[in-house]
């Protein structure tokens, strides 16, 4: 007698078939949402990475130990640019600027500076005025600044060496009384210029002559320019100059 045959159910197997594909679409979209979560989780690291390069490339910029690089090859005027008509040159290591028409003369960086320190030496051959600018630029074809900060420098007593003068500003700040005589007027003077956002601070031979704080400054990125007076009158000396770049851009 032959045994009875389990009886298939065949609506079990057909609903049991069904599932496979539900469970393989399943399985599929846990792997898509775990591989999103994890491209997420690269795409937040890589972006947590790129903030921190950031971060540190500008701590590196305002570090104290930011080199020293110097802006005068003591040979020739390379990565210097001369606006207008005065005569620069350069004489056994030194940039000797001479005034040779009633108009003002620069001499300007190539490369252009926000924040900075600045060390130098100059030397007065005459009583005309001269200075140090910052921050700078120029009419187009023309000596007329457009924008800037000087410091001054003036060999003759009580003229201000070392006060602040804007362009279209006229003096934005004096040495105090004490410090208007820190000048060498036939001398080498040793000169130190740091400008750190709105602050400008100087010191001349070893003697802080200004620390000033802009509560309007009018310009914030530009060219450094050694300037020679109008008039003819400009007859002066730099050496040795090295600058600190602490701009970050």
Partial sequence: MNPIAPRLDHSRVKSSTSRVPLV?????????????GLSGSF?????????KSAKKSAQKARDPFTRW??????????????????????????IHGQGMSDQYGYLRTEKKYADFHL??????????????????????????????????IDRRLGFHSGGIHGVGRSWVAWPSAENES?????E???LLIKIEGNRYWVR????????????????????????LHSGGLGNMKFKDIAIR?????
């Fill in 204 to 227: 001349m031979n070893g003697v802080v002559v200004m620390d000033f704080t802009d509560p309007n400054p009018l310009s914030l990125d530009g060219y450094i320019s050694l300037q």
């Fill in 188 to 190: 080498w003077n040793e």
């Fill in 119 to 152: 060390a130098l030496k100059f030397k007065c051959e005459d009583d005309g005025n001269s200075g140090v600018y910052f921050r700078t630029d120029f009419e187009p074809g023309t000596v007329k600044l457009s924008q800037g900060l000087q410091v001054e």
């Fill in 245 to 249: 770049d602490l701009s970050i851009r």
């Fill in 24 to 36: 393989r679409a399943g399985f599929a979209l846990l792997g898509f949402f775990a591989l999103a």
């Fill in 182 to 186: 820190v000048i060498r007027p036939y």
């Fill in 43 to 51: 795409l937040q690291a890589a972006e947590k990475s790129g903030q």
């Fill in 69 to 94: 690089d110097s802006l005068f090859n003591g040979k020739d005027l390379s990565g210097w640019v001369q606006v207008g008509k005065e005569k620069w040159v350069v004489e056994d290591g030194v």
